[in-house]
């Protein structure tokens, strides 16, 4: 059964739970757009009632007072608006932030192991502020940004038609620029992306390999190629910018407060000179005109606030579309501890088939060891049993009920695992310990430490065991696995699965978590993936995986006799310890 998918939300779908209050803050907003024309066009009207013979008193007063209530208006519808699309953004990043939370938890475990938290935490965090940038502040701005040109526009088209063409005229100009140089950097942002994505992978690959790269005198080639990468990256931003640069450069020039007072006083004494009005109706332009300017170059700034915000949700979604594995309508308990694989098979997708008709039965009280060479398939067998992923094909069984109708809470309490990698959190070692049972005491989580051979490590801590992981202290990867089989002791579930636990330890580390192992595994149903053999000699059962197949499978030594694919590991690993121990001795002899 493959993991339930849903189509990728976009952003109106994500701004869903705020449109009410988000709408109601864009009209109030685009009213007090208005309302910050209203005194400009008020002095401007002052002017010409004052200036014309006979004075209308009565219109003057009017006008004058509308002039002071109007920025009255605007501080309010303003502030309220703002208000409104604030408490709007943080209705959307609670629904997002809850999405994500209730989605990132019912995917499969399997698919955090498969990528890295960088995209994860850029979705959670920085996706989600910028949608915050967007509705909070971008929807608003860009509001006024569109409303105030036009309002001013409809007040200067009522004054004279003619003479706001004629200020159209760089307008129309400076738009025209404006849309023509974005598409032009448009255009060539992939091959900017492509060139930044080359050179980033260059500085990686020569601060990773740093080490290597000195050792071997290599060290001037590697620049080389970064050099390289980085004159590439240059010429193709250089390349970028400067289709782009000239017409943006013109279309700001054209939107200039100071075009714009050039044209008004060109084209407007023109008009003066040709009788077509009189000059005291020039002044409105001069007075409302020149704040065209502004917002109409503000415009390209929130325009791309609200791209970067439709990327971001476009991330985001992708996130929240993740496939997640499907719950069991009517969940069961199994009502004994035999683990069963039958005819399982599993592909990451069409192209990489990784196990096929795998039978395999644990038997309880029992530990067996799934052995092979690498790419055999190994850690996906061991990551089906606590249902990282399901199979593709074929079940995976506890006392006889398929894990899919078996409730997550339920598995875990039956099923725990110990993997190659630490997983330890940033928070106290106490915190990390008792992740399996939150409610155990200070002793019993003393004791699980004992237990696991780290407790000494963890007194020697700054804090003891309420050291933070990460700031306070930091362990070896052999202290930090022996803290996640403390976890599993405490866990105390009945099946455990150990996916080559010793893989990064050293020799005396080795030692002592081989020994936390054992202690895990009395009495329990143990899967334990294992790379060296000499480790598994003393298990119940032996499982030998070759190309996702079971090639053979039996105890140590039938094995041995059976002379087949694991005899030949042995043999494999006995001659490699022993030309090992040779070399210490020669290098030893005097």
């Given at each position: 059964?493959?993991?339930?998918?849903?189509?990728?939300?976009?952003?109106?779908?994500?701004?869903?739970?705020?449109?009410?209050?988000?709408?109601?803050?864009?009209?109030?907003?685009?009213?007090?757009?208005?309302?910050?024309?209203?005194?400009?066009?008020?002095?401007?009207?002052?002017?010409?009632?004052?200036?014309?013979?006979?004075?209308?008193?009565?219109?003057?007063?009017?006008?004058?007072?509308?002039?002071?209530?109007?920025?009255?208006?605007?501080?309010?519808?303003?502030?309220?608006a703002g208000g409104l699309a604030h408490y709007a953004d943080l209705d959307v990043q609670l629904s997002v932030r809850r999405q994500l939370i209730d989605r990132l938890g019912r995917v499969p475990l399997g698919w955090f192991t498969n990528r890295g938290t960088g995209g994860i935490g850029k979705a959670v965090q920085h996706d989600v502020d910028a949608m915050h940038h967007m509705v909070a502040h971008a929807?608003?701005?860009?509001?006024?940004?569109?409303?105030?040109?036009?309002?001013?526009?409809?007040?200067?088209?009522?004054?004279?038609?003619?003479?706001?063409?004629?200020?159209?005229?760089?307008?129309?100009?400076?738009?025209?620029?404006?849309?023509?140089?974005?598409?032009?950097?448009?255009?060539?942002?992939?091959?900017?992306d492509e060139a930044q994505r080359r050179l980033s992978d260059k500085i990686v690959e020569f601060v990773e390999g740093i080490a290597v790269v000195k050792m071997f005198s290599e060290a001037k080639r590697a620049h080389r190629q970064y050099a390289t990468a980085a004159d590439a990256f240059a010429t193709s931003f250089l390349s970028w910018v400067s289709h782009a640069f000239r017409t943006s450069a013109v279309?700001?020039?054209?939107?200039?407060?100071?075009?714009?007072?050039?044209?008004?006083?060109?084209?407007?004494?023109?008009?003066?000179?040709?009788?077509?009005?009189?000059?005291?109706?020039?002044?409105?332009?001069?007075?409302?005109?020149?704040?065209?300017?502004?917002?109409?170059?503000?415009?390209?700034?929130?325009?791309?606030?609200?791209?970067?915000?439709?990327?971001?949700?476009?991330?985001?979604?992708?996130?929240?579309?993740?496939?997640?594995?499907?719950?069991?309508?009517?969940?069961?308990?199994?009502?004994?501890?035999?683990?069963?694989?039958?005819?399982?098979?599993?592909?990451?997708?069409?192209?990489?088939?990784?196990?096929?008709?795998?039978?395999?039965?644990?038997?309880?009280?029992?530990?067996?060891?799934?052995?092979?060479?690498?790419?055999?398939?190994?850690?996906?067998?061991?990551?089906?049993?606590?249902?990282?992923?399901?199979?593709?094909?074929?079940?995976?069984?506890?006392?006889?009920?398929?894990?899919?109708?078996?409730?997550?809470?339920?598995?875990?309490?039956?099923?725990?695992?110990?993997?190659?990698?630490?997983?330890?959190?940033?928070?106290?070692?106490?915190?990390?310990?008792?992740?399996?049972?939150?409610?155990?005491?200070?002793?019993?989580?003393?004791?699980?430490?004992?237990?696991?051979?780290?407790?000494?490590?963890?007194?020697?801590?700054?804090?003891?065991?309420?050291?933070?992981?990460?700031?306070?202290?930091?362990?070896?990867?052999?202290?930090?696995?022996?803290?996640?089989?403390?976890?599993?002791?405490?866990?105390?579930?009945?099946?455990?699965?150990?996916?080559?636990?010793?893989?990064?330890?050293?020799?005396?580390?080795?030692?002592?978590?081989?020994?936390?192992?054992?202690?895990?595994?009395?009495?329990?149903?143990?899967?334990?993936?294992?790379?060296?053999?000499a480790s598994i000699v003393g298990v119940d059962h032996i499982v030998v995986l070759d190309e996702g197949r079971v090639a053979e499978q039996g105890a140590h030594a039938e094995l041995l006799t059976a002379n087949g694919r694991y005899a030949d590991m042995w043999r494999l690993q006995e001659q490699s310890d022993t030309s090992l121990v040779a070399a210490n001795i020669t290098k030893e002899a005097p």
């Amino acid at each position: 059964m493959r993991p339930e998918e849903t189509p990728a939300p976009g952003l109106r779908e994500l701004l869903h739970p705020a449109r009410r209050r988000l709408t109601t803050a864009i009209c109030l907003q685009a009213i007090a757009a208005v309302m910050a024309v209203v005194p400009l066009a008020a002095v401007a009207e002052l002017a010409r009632t004052l200036l014309t013979d006979p004075v209308v008193q009565a219109r003057a007063w009017t006008v004058a007072a509308v002039a002071a209530a109007a920025p009255v208006a605007w501080l309010v519808l303003s502030t309220i608006a703002g208000g409104l699309a604030h408490y709007a953004d943080l209705d959307v990043q609670l629904s997002v932030r809850r999405q994500l939370i209730d989605r990132l938890g019912r995917v499969p475990l399997g698919w955090f192991t498969n990528r890295g938290t960088g995209g994860i935490g850029k979705a959670v965090q920085h996706d989600v502020d910028a949608m915050h940038h967007m509705v909070a502040h971008a929807l608003p701005n860009l509001t006024s940004s569109v409303i105030t040109p036009l309002a001013t526009l409809a007040y200067l088209f009522w004054v004279d038609w003619l003479m706001t063409l004629v200020l159209l005229i760089p307008v129309a100009i400076g738009v025209g620029l404006f849309v023509r140089a974005g598409m032009t950097m448009e255009s060539h942002t992939s091959a900017f992306d492509e060139a930044q994505r080359r050179l980033s992978d260059k500085i990686v690959e020569f601060v990773e390999g740093i080490a290597v790269v000195k050792m071997f005198s290599e060290a001037k080639r590697a620049h080389r190629q970064y050099a390289t990468a980085a004159d590439a990256f240059a010429t193709s931003f250089l390349s970028w910018v400067s289709h782009a640069f000239r017409t943006s450069a013109v279309s700001e020039l054209a939107l200039s407060p100071v075009t714009m007072l050039l044209t008004i006083l060109i084209g407007g004494m023109t008009l003066v000179s040709n009788g077509h009005f009189a000059a005291v109706d020039l002044l409105p332009f001069a007075v409302v005109g020149l704040g065209l300017s502004g917002p109409l170059q503000a415009l390209h700034y929130y325009s791309h606030d609200i791209e970067n915000a439709g990327a971001a949700a476009t991330r985001v979604g992708r996130l929240l579309a993740t496939p997640v594995l499907p719950l069991p309508t009517h969940p069961r308990r199994p009502e004994s501890l035999t683990v069963q694989l039958s005819g399982v098979a599993y592909a990451y997708d069409d192209n990489r088939t990784v196990l096929n008709g795998i039978d395999l039965t644990l038997k309880p009280g029992t530990i067996t060891a799934v052995v092979g060479p690498s790419g055999s398939g190994k850690s996906t067998v061991a990551k089906l049993l606590p249902r990282f992923f399901d199979p593709t094909a074929g079940t995976v069984t506890i006392g006889g009920v398929d894990l899919r109708d078996i409730a997550p809470v339920d598995l875990y309490r039956m099923v725990s695992f110990v993997l190659q990698d630490a997983q330890l959190l940033d928070s106290t070692v106490r915190n990390n310990i008792r992740l399996a049972k939150p409610e155990a005491d200070d002793d019993t989580v003393r004791r699980a430490a004992q237990a696991a051979a780290v407790h000494d490590r963890i007194e020697a801590a700054p804090h003891g065991y309420d050291s933070v992981i990460g700031t306070d202290v930091r362990f070896s990867g052999g202290e930090a696995q022996r803290i996640c089989i403390a976890r599993a002791l405490l866990a105390d579930a009945p099946i455990v699965v150990l996916d080559e636990a010793t893989a990064h330890a050293d020799a005396e580390s080795e030692a002592l978590i081989q020994d936390s192992l054992s202690l895990l595994a009395a009495g329990r149903t143990v899967l334990v993936v294992a790379h060296r053999l000499a480790s598994i000699v003393g298990v119940d059962h032996i499982v030998v995986l070759d190309e996702g197949r079971v090639a053979e499978q039996g105890a140590h030594a039938e094995l041995l006799t059976a002379n087949g694919r694991y005899a030949d590991m042995w043999r494999l690993q006995e001659q490699s310890d022993t030309s090992l121990v040779a070399a210490n001795i020669t290098k030893e002899a005097p």
